[in-house]
């Protein structure tokens, strides 16, 4: 059984950085992503890694402002965001999926590819 534990949110003001952290444990797993979820919206995806080579991906609206990476040795994963804008305020969710995708890349994205969620932290951007 993976769990995840988030870190790292608050209130920023726009333009601001905030480095968000999961820490996980009790298991292995192939792929770590970030999801965010706004009020009355749906859960949506924001970047993923896989664990044995740091292959990326991310979602158009945060490409080259958010940043992931992972620490192999300390189990971690971290979403680096920089550039922060009001649409991005939601409540960030760490998840991980256990075996490998196959089929469409796009499965990686896919909130139902992924088994196991922490608890959320809590992300705003506002002045």
């Known amino acids: 059984q993976v769990q995840l534990d988030e870190s790292g949110g608050g209130l920023v003001q726009p333009g601001g950085s905030l480095r968000l952290s999961c820490a996980a444990s009790?298991?292995?797993?192939?792929?770590m992503g970030w999801f965010r979820q706004a009020p009355g919206k749906e859960r949506e995806f924001v970047a993923a890694?896989?664990?044995?080579?740091?292959?990326?991906f991310y979602a158009d609206p945060v490409k080259g402002r958010f940043f992931i990476s992972r620490d192999k040795f300390k189990n971690m994963v971290f979403l680096q965001m920089d550039g922060l804008k009001p649409e991005d305020t939601a409540v960030y969710y760490c998840?991980?999926?256990?075996?490998?995708?196959?089929?469409?890349?796009?499965?990686?994205?896919?909130?139902?590819?992924?088994?196991?969620w922490g608890q959320g932290t809590q992300v705003t951007v506002s002045s």
């Open positions: 009790g298991g292995t797993y192939q792929y």
């Open positions: 890694i896989t664990w044995s080579i740091a292959s990326v």
């Open positions: 998840a991980a999926r256990q075996d490998w995708l196959y089929g469409s890349a796009s499965l990686i994205e896919n909130r139902d590819s992924y088994d196991y």
